[in-house]
């Protein structure tokens, strides 16, 4: 019996299983920083499945692992946290929590991960050396650095993640090197004016129409001042000020975010911005304070790995099934930050069904659940892979 032979009786056995299981995390999402039922109930399924379990790890974060001792030690992240977002699909199992879905595809990392867990728990001679990240706070770009201070990646020789892709149909992942995701920041300006009779708008300053300059500015000047080859995008999903109609706002405040692919340039992105909004405002005799935090770096693809991922992938489901990936995303996505010195690879799985797939974050998002199977094959055809390759290379 092949190794894919003996998977697909383990998966036709529990698969029926873990899809429930699915349903019931889309049905109860939690959000960044307070999945406590979510993090308790992988800890449980775990557990079961005869993995060593650490709660707590990153806040509400689970590691898990097989073996306590071992040469070398590859790891899977999959992330856990919902979104503020009204669900509209109309599913069965849509969200019982109004404001708060799981749509990013979290509950289907959820379930891939505790997929692999089952399969590798079984294999026979029992495996060390594997550890499983079940990561928070994704979506706010905190729980990978929560639980990288926790100690999650320490010792750890290779690193694998995935995400939902709603641009392929299921049955095939995208793969590539080096970059796959922007570099990303918060920006936070606040417009400084002063306030006024809003039928004498020539005795104030009007923080909202000047703010409607820095929006609309800052698109001019990245356009005109910034290199076209190098693409930067800012986003303003934010804008707060007034106090009544008829009284011209003395204060604005703008949220946005920026994305980029040159990290060289993300770095110098930040004082670039406040001379640019500050030039703006004052040519209109106000103010301006400028914040920003940087999100995440972008996730750079180890070159070794992600020709790992391909060719796993290609032997379960045909070369054609897999896709390079020509461009990086603008996306960005914290897992990034578990790469700082651990080679890692993350790759793309589709899950548009025939009628397609709604994007990221929409509350129409529905992925086909047919994508599950496909992504415990092919991440765990690729840890067994990688740990025949490494103790091979230990034995030499």
């Known amino acids: 019996m092949t190794v894919l032979m003996r998977w697909t009786d383990r998966l036709n056995q529990f698969l029926p299983e873990l899809i429930e299981l699915r349903r019931h995390f889309h049905a109860h999402p939690e959000l960044s920083g307070q999945e406590n039922q979510t993090a308790a109930l992988v800890a449980g399924e775990l557990r079961k499945y005869g993995w060593h379990v650490k709660e707590a790890i990153g806040r509400t974060g689970v590691v898990a692992e097989l073996g306590s001792v071992s040469d070398s030690w590859v790891g899977l992240r999959v992330d856990m946290d919902a979104l503020p977002v009204e669900e509209r699909t109309g599913l069965d199992y849509a969200s019982k929590y109004q404001g708060v879905m799981h749509a990013c595809g979290h509950d289907l990392h959820i379930c891939i991960g505790l997929g692999v867990a089952k399969l590798l728990a079984a294999e026979q001679p029992p495996l060390e050396g594997v550890r499983l990240l079940f990561q928070p706070a994704e979506e706010i770009a905190e729980g990978a650095r929560w639980m990288r201070n926790d100690g999650a990646i320490k010792g750890l020789d290779a690193l694998f993640g995935v995400h939902v892709f709603p641009e392929l149909p299921v049955g ?32 104030s300053i009007d923080a909202i129409w000047i703010a409607s300059r820095v929006v609309s500015g800052l698109q001019e000047a990245i356009s005109r001042r910034l290199d076209p080859l190098h693409p930067v995008v800012v986003s303003f999903g934010r804008i707060e000020g007034g106090r009544a109609f008829n009284v011209i706002a003395d204060r604005v405040m703008l949220l946005g975010t920026v994305r980029c ?136």
């Open 172 to 203: 095939k992942i995208g793969v590539r090197t080096g970059s796959l995701t922007a570099a990303a920041g918060e920006l936070e300006i606040e417009v400084i004016g002063e306030g006024g009779h809003g039928a004498r708008p020539h005795q």
């Open 261 to 396: 692919l040159d990290l060289a340039l993300h770095k110098s992105l930040p004082t670039w911005i406040e001379e640019t909004v500050k030039a703006i405002t004052s040519s209109f005799g106000a103010d301006a304070v400028v914040r920003y935090r940087c999100i995440a770096p972008p996730v750079d693809n180890d070159s070794d790995l992600t020709n790992l991922v391909e060719a796993c992938a290609s032997s379960i489901l045909g070369a054609e099934q897999v896709i390079r990936l020509k461009q990086p995303s603008l996306g960005a996505e914290d897992f990034a930050e578990l790469l700082e010195g651990v080679p890692g690879t993350m790759f793309r799985l589709g899950v548009a069904g025939e009628d397609g797939c709604a994007p990221l974050h929409s509350g129409q998002f529905a992925p086909d659940e047919n994508s599950l199977r496909i992504g415990i094959e092919v991440l765990t055809a690729t840890i067994l892979r990688w740990k025949e390759e490494r103790l091979r290379s230990l034995n030499d």
